[in-house]
């Protein structure tokens, strides 16, 4: 394969974007990062072009992709580029993807941002229908241009944050280190009906099921695909969740979500 794309996704936006990019791209593979988040040995990716797509979690690159590229060993002369997507901001992210690629001898070439509907129902519910359509349609016409960039290997300014964000980088990276303790959050409803999908679709494979009810674990991404995704809206988080609208992702399925591993 010339490009590979390696991907981060809990309520489907980053997956659809780089479903879309990968099939403007063409030879291009695919790839889940939990899907081989746990491999023993570091990775060696030989493709021509290299893309990670990932949401922006408080301003923050998620601590799973620092972890996976953490694993990888780079070539020479590889056009790499990063494709975030966010509800408010891609603030610090490109910038903490940059270094820690520069941990593994590798830089980032380029940076796209794009926003997509929000999805993080322990502050906010989903947004209106309509605006989520307009927002989705933006986004698919951004998708096809960082295909047509990545092309040509078009080169992009890397944004690092503003000044005043810089200067709560470290509280907001505090935030996201202690993701696995705020799991405990985390509890399922009466209504729940021991179906499993939570344990299925969760990217860190952090929720177990003891006598058909979910048993969350100390390794959450805050992804709140658990929540996002059940089928009878019976899990949630804390008290803040009970009364708001869910989103996923319209255009990807349910299967596709799953932790599983390619043969």
Excluded at 1 to 17: D, E, H, P, Q
Excluded at 49 to 66: D, Q
Aim: hydrophobic residues 40%; charged residues 20%.
């Amino acid at each position: 394969m010339k490009n590979v794309i390696f991907y981060f996704s809990g309520t489907g936006n980053s997956l659809a974007l780089a479903k879309q990019i990968t099939q403007k791209l063409g030879d291009t593979e695919l790839i889940s990062v939990p899907a081989y988040s746990d491999a023993a040995e570091p990775i060696k990716i030989t493709a021509e072009r290299i893309g990670f797509v990932f949401p922006v979690y408080f301003g923050c690159l998620p601590p799973v992709m620092k972890r996976f590229i953490s694993n990888l060993e780079f070539g020479r002369e590889q056009y790499i580029f990063g494709v975030a997507n966010f509800g408010g901001g891609s603030w610090l992210a490109f910038g903490q993807l940059d270094s820690a690629l520069a941990e593994r001898g590798a830089a980032l070439s380029a940076a796209f941002p794009v926003k997509m509907p929000g999805n993080y129902i322990v502050k906010y519910g989903a947004l209106p229908q309509s605006l989520q359509n307009k927002i989705l349609e933006r986004a698919k016409s951004k998708a096809d241009g960082i295909a047509e960039a990545v092309k040509g290997k078009i080169p992009s300014a890397i944004p690092r944050g503003a000044p005043p964000l810089k200067i709560f980088e470290k509280r907001l990276l505090k935030i996201t280190e202690g993701f696995g303790k705020m799991a405990e959050n985390f509890h399922a409803g009466e209504n729940c009906n021991g179906c499993g999908v939570c344990a299925k679709v969760c990217p860190a494979g952090n929720i177990s099921l003891k006598d058909s009810a979910p048993v969350w674990g100390g390794s959450c991404e805050q992804c709140m695909a658990c929540i996002q995704w059940c089928p009878r809206e019976a899990v949630n988080y804390a008290d803040k969740t009970a009364k708001r609208k869910r989103y996923h992702h319209p255009e990807i399925k349910l299967s596709e979500m799953f932790r599983t591993k390619p043969d």
